[in-house]
C-alpha cells in the first residue's frame, strides 16, 4: 500500500503520457461529456449555450462565412459550432474522436437538414483531403497538447489550409497559471461517478510545472472490480508572445488577438485568449 501511495503521488515528467482518448472518447465517460456538452448552462465540455451563439455569430461575421467558404473544426464535440456555421452556408466539416459526439451531431445535421461533414478521428491523424479557408480549435483544447504535438497539429493546419487561410484558436493565458494551485485528495466515486459505473476511488493529484507554465490533473481511477487506470489531463498555460512564437516557428502570423473567441479586446489579465493566425 505505501509503496502504491507513493506512485500515485509521484509527479511524471511533463507531458510523460497522453490519455486524452480515456477521457473523451470512452463509451462510458463518452456519455456523461455528452450531457454536460449539451448543459446549457454551464462550462463544462462545452461553453454555455448563450456564449456559443455570441461566438458563432461573431466567428460568421468576422471570418465572413457563407457560400463559397469552407471551415473546418477540429474537435467539434457534438457539433454546437459546427451546426451554427452551417447555417451561414459555408461548406463545413467537424473533426473528433469521440464516436458518440459525432454520432449525435450527425443525427442532428440528418434533422435539421444540414450538410455537414463529419469525421471520426484523432486530429493528430487527419489527412486532409480539401483545403479549408478557415479552421477553428475551440474551448483551448490546443493547450492539452505537449509541444511536440502542438507542432504536429500546426504543420496539419497548414496543409489543410488555402493559401490565405486563417486559423482561429483559444488558449489559456498565464493570469489563469497563476491562479492554480497543487493539491492531493482522493474521493469514493469522485465527480458523480463520471469515470465508471461501478463504485471506485479516485486519487487526484495537480501538479504544476513552473519552468514550462503546464498544471497536470491527474486521476488514478481503483474500481471495485476492473482494472486501475490513470487519466493525465494537460494544460498548457501561454503568454501571447509564446503562442505567437509558436505559430510563427509553425508558419503563421499572428494578426489578431481577443480575449476569446466572442472577439472582446485582449487583455493579458483574462483567464484565456483567442488568436487569428494567417498561413505563409
Ligand atoms: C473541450 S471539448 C470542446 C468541444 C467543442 N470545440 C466545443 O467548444 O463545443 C474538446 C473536444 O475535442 C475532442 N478531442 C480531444 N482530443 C482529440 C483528438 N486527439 N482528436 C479528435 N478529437 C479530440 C473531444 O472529444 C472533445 O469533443
Redesign the pocket.
Known amino acids: 500500500m505505501f509503496h502504491q501511495l507513493e506512485e500515485i503521488n509521484a509527479k511524471p515528467g511533463v507531458f510523460e503520457h497522453y490519455t ?2 480515456a ?3 470512452d463509451p462510458y465517460r ?1 456519455k456523461q ?1 455528452l450531457t454536460y ?1 449539451l448543459n446549457e448552462d454551464v462550462d463544462l ?3 454555455n449555450i448563450a456564449f ?1 451563439d455570441r461566438s458563432s455569430s461573431w466567428i460568421i461575421d468576422r471570418f465572413q462565412l457563407g457560400p463559397g467558404k469552407s471551415v473546418c ?9 459546427t451546426s451554427r456555421f452551417a447555417k451561414s452556408g459555408a461548406e463545413v466539416t467537424g ?4 464516436e458518440n ?1 459525432i454520432h449525435y451531431a450527425r443525427g442532428q445535421a440528418k434533422q435539421a437538414g444540414q450538410r455537414i461533414t463529419y469525421r471520426h ?6 489527412e486532409p483531403d480539401d483545403r479549408y479557408d478557415l479552421i ?6 490546443f493547450c ?2 505537449s509541444p511536440a504535438q502542438r507542432r504536429h497539429l500546426l504543420a496539419i493546419f497548414h496543409r489543410s489550409l488555402k493559401d490565405g487561410g486563417t486559423v482561429l484558436l483559444d488558449a489559456y493565458s498565464m493570469a489563469a497559471y497563476s491562479e492554480r494551485t497543487e493539491a492531493s485528495f482522493y474521493e469514493k466515486n469522485q465527480l458523480n461517478q463520471f469515470w465508471c459505473e461501478e463504485d471506485y476511488y479516485c486519487f487526484v493529484n495537480t501538479f504544476k510545472y513552473d519552468a514550462e507554465a503546464v498544471v497536470l490533473d491527474k486521476y488514478d481511477i481503483f474500481p471495485k472490480r476492473g482494472a486501475p487506470q490513470t487519466v493525465y489531463n494537460w494544460l498548457q498555460y501561454f503568454s501571447a508572445e509564446r503562442l505567437t512564437e509558436e505559430l510563427s516557428a509553425a508558419g503563421f502570423v499572428m494578426t489578431d488577438r481577443y480575449s476569446d473567441v466572442s472577439g472582446g479586446p485582449f487583455s493579458e489579465r483574462h483567464s484565456e485568449f483567442a488568436v487569428v493566425a494567417k498561413g505563409i
Open positions: 486524452a482518448e477521457l473523451w472518447a463518452s461529456m456538452h465540455s462545452s461553453r456559443i473544426d477540429f474537435g467539434c464535440g457534438p457539433g454546437l459550432y473533426l473528433d474522436f469521440s459526439s478521428l484523432n486530429y493528430l491523424e487527419f477553428t480549435m475551440i474551448m483551448c483544447d492539452v497538447l
